[in-house]
């Protein structure tokens, strides 16, 4: 099984700050690597899938980069709206598993 | 878009069987991973598994031997049941829809208890 680790756990940021959340496999995933944005009583929301590719709708300031076994999710200009929990997934192998999480909160 | 709404009960004594439906709103057209993850009580996300367009089947070893996935296409649905629930299950329940690519859209979640 693929463990993943993200880091940091919490993080505290003015709006228009850039903020970085990085996310690291056990073993090479290529780019097969998923990020997700949980809100309370909200569907997970996916933001960038194979690693740096952009969901539709998503805004333009969310950005994903890496491949192999280190990634980095960035917010180019922290927002109110971002507040929320950052998961990664790795989609090479099943189990599919899931980073521990990053909370995103506003200073 | 695709709109999926998980439905079963919210509380499941110990020891019995915990079953959710997930309703799909466009019926099952195209080749997805019809899949579920749920949220425990610390925020961790969990990778249950998937059942294919074609019936494949995977799910996460560590569940694997309690739980079934089932396509119910001529009602939109499709669901998940885990066996011999303990409070360990105690989560929030989501049903997603899964492209081969890992592009997933997901229910808003159902929360389930176990407890006596």
């Known amino acids: 099984e693929i463990q993943m680790t993200q880091s940091p756990s919490s993080l505290s940021a003015s709006v228009g700050e850039r903020v970085a959340i990085s996310c690291q496999a056990s073993q090479a995933i290529n780019t097969y690597l998923q990020w997700y944005q949980l809100k309370p009583g909200k569907a997970p929301k996916l933001l960038i899938y194979d690693g740096s590719h952009l969901e539709t709708g998503v805004p333009s300031r969310f950005s994903g980069s890496g491949s192999g076994t280190d990634f980095t999710l960035t917010i180019s200009s922290l927002q109110p709206e971002d507040v929320a929990i950052y998961f990664c997934q790795q989609f090479d192998d099943s189990p599919f598993t899931f980073g521990p999480g990053t909370k995103v909160q506003i200073k | 878009q695709v709109r999926l709404q998980e439905s079963g009960p919210g509380l499941v004594k110990p020891s019995e069987t915990l079953s959710l439906t997930c309703n799909v709103s466009?019926?099952?057209?195209?080749?997805?991973?019809w899949s579920w993850i749920r949220q425990t009580p610390g925020t961790r996300l969990q990778w249950i598994g998937y059942?294919?367009?074609?019936?494949?089947?995977a799910y996460d070893p560590s569940l694997k031997s309690r739980v079934t996935m089932s396509l119910e296409t001529s009602k939109n649905q499709f669901s998940l049941k885990v066996r011999s629930v303990t409070a360990a299950d105690t989560a929030l329940y989501y049903c997603?829809?899964?492209?081969?690519?890992?592009?997933?859209?997901w229910g808003q979640g159902a929360p389930v208890t176990v407890s006596a």
């Open positions: 466009d019926g099952f057209i195209g080749n997805f991973y």
């Open positions: 997603g829809r899964c492209s081969a690519a890992g592009r997933c859209y």
């Open positions: 059942i294919s367009y074609n019936g494949l089947r």
